[in-house]
């Protein structure tokens, strides 16, 4: 990537506005700025108004507030310049046919501010993913966990990790090329406890059940049962609007149905699926066989039978999990009650009327709380950081069984590596550094 360019777009939202944000970032940043406003470059990062012009007639183009950010103390690192106008389709054309004639000038790339800010050491890949995350974000979980990750918490957690192996591999390094200095007995030996140590530490990290995966992608929630037990009237009460069609016709619904969801902050889809019944009919069939596999792939599953007949039927009871929630659905056609049984998680209501519909959403809005609870340390969110993580998981083991040095110190570089990609830090110079200062070997 080059950086002798410089680079601008549309850094707000597209379409008309009351006012657009363009964004220019490189060396020819301030001069583009007193180009267009024929004034001197203004104090840094304070607002201040000008107007911009045309460069073959001198004509204004708008009255805007432009901002300056010196670099390295910017977003990008670079020099930057945020040009706050008027949100015109006309007025955001002018401007960019006015900063393309300058010399060594173009539009952005895709994510290119931020891969910019990554170059130059503004933020790791996990927050510039972190940031890409907030931008996205649809539901108060997603935003904060972006947030979080933004601010750097999950690339902190992670750094420390690769920190802790460096210092280890420095140490075993140092054992094995540095054998005539003065070093402590039994360094490789000493440094074992820690590492098994830090092995177990991301074990626990991996083992999060996805957590930071869900929250990103949001929890598959499917509903399960017979025809005409009221799964598709569940699923439209719950998102509000008429998603799937109602009818008394058995086998009305053939394909699965999916609605998306904010379900207490958190993103979840729910998935209305086919009766489950033996059929003669091959579309029917297919339905069938397309609810078992989402019922085996499903975060939670919701089960619902009737007041009529409340068990589940025996073919079908391989799909039920302890886990599951169990709806007895239909209760307002029968004149005796049924009971809810929370423990349990099966809950008597009436879709039709809506009763018991609150206590069993309370007790779904709970159930994915917990599920995706955002307290406590942050999780990982992307498969990249998984496989990484795993990789490190793989070499630590190895170094555990290691009978020589060499092997044990290629298996801890390894290790670093595979944390280093997460973040973007792999620097084999920070190694030596550790060696030099722990052991001041030259002295």
């Given at each position: 990537m080059s950086f002798n360019e410089t680079i601008f777009a549309l850094a707000s939202g597209r379409g008309r506005a009351g006012v657009a944000v363009v964004r220019i970032s490189g060396p020819g940043a301030f001069d583009a700025l007193e180009r267009i406003s024929a004034k001197p470059l203004p104090k840094a990062r304070s607002a201040t108004l000008c107007q911009i012009y045309r460069s073959s007639d001198k004509s204004v183009i708008d009255q805007i507030l432009s901002i300056t950010f010196p670099g390295p103390n910017s977003f990008t690192g670079e020099d930057v310049v945020e040009l706050h106008l008027h949100g015109s389709p006309a007025i955001l054309t002018a401007v960019f046919e006015e900063l393309v004639l300058l010399p060594a000038f173009r539009p952005a790339l895709p994510g290119e501010f931020t891969r910019r800010a990554f170059e130059h050491g503004k933020m790791d890949l996990t927050?510039?993913?972190?940031?890409g995350d907030l931008v996205n974000a649809e539901t108060d979980a997603q935003a904060r966990q972006a947030l979080r990750q933004m601010q750097g918490e999950l690339g902190r957690l992670y750094e420390g990790w690769r920190s802790s192996l460096v210092s280890s591999l420095a140490h075993l390094?140092?054992?094995?090329?540095?054998?005539?200095?003065?070093?402590?007995?039994?360094?490789?030996?000493?440094?074992?406890p820690k590492i098994a140590h830090l092995r177990r530490e991301i074990e626990e990290h991996l083992a999060d059940g996805h957590r930071g995966e869900k929250i990103?992608?949001?929890?598959?929630?499917?509903?399960?049962?017979?025809?005409?037990?009221?799964?598709?009237?569940l699923l439209n009460v719950l998102a509000r609007k008429e998603a799937a069609i109602v009818s008394d016709e058995a086998g009305t619904t053939r394909d699965i149905i999916e609605v998306p969801m904010d379900l207490a902050g958190y993103p979840v889809t729910i998935a209305d699926t086919a009766g489950l019944r033996d059929s003669g009919n091959k579309i029917e069939q297919e339905g069938v066989r397309r609810a078992r596999d989402r019922a085996k792939t499903a975060d939670i599953r919701l089960f619902m039978t009737t007041a009529e007949t409340p068990d589940i039927p025996e073919e079908f009871i391989d799909l039920v999990e302890e886990s599951d929630f169990r709806l007895i659905n239909k209760t307002d056609i029968l004149d005796q009650k049924v009971e809810d049984n929370p423990d349990s998680r099966i809950f008597a209501l009436s879709v039709k009327t809506g009763k018991g519909i609150e206590a069993f959403l309370s007790a779904l809005e709970a159930d994915v709380t917990n599920r995706l609870d955002?307290?406590?340390?942050?999780?990982?969110?992307?498969?990249?950081?998984?496989?990484?993580?795993?990789?490190?998981?793989?070499?630590?083991?190895?170094?555990?069984?290691?009978?020589?040095?060499e092997l044990a110190a290629e298996d801890t570089r390894l290790a670093v590596r595979a944390l280093g990609r997460i973040t973007g830090r792999v620097d084999v110079e920070d190694i030596l550094d550790v060696i030099f200062g722990d052991f001041c070997i030259g002295k």
């Open positions: 927050e510039a993913e972190g940031l390094e140092a054992d094995i090329d540095f054998p005539d200095e003065d070093l402590p007995d039994g360094v490789a030996k000493a440094i074992s990103r992608d949001g929890l598959n929630v499917v509903i399960l049962g017979q025809p005409n037990v009221g799964k598709s009237s955002l307290s406590g340390a942050p999780a990982l969110t992307r498969i990249r950081h998984r496989q990484a993580l795993e990789e490190c998981v793989a070499a630590l083991q190895r170094f555990e069984g290691a009978q020589e040095s």
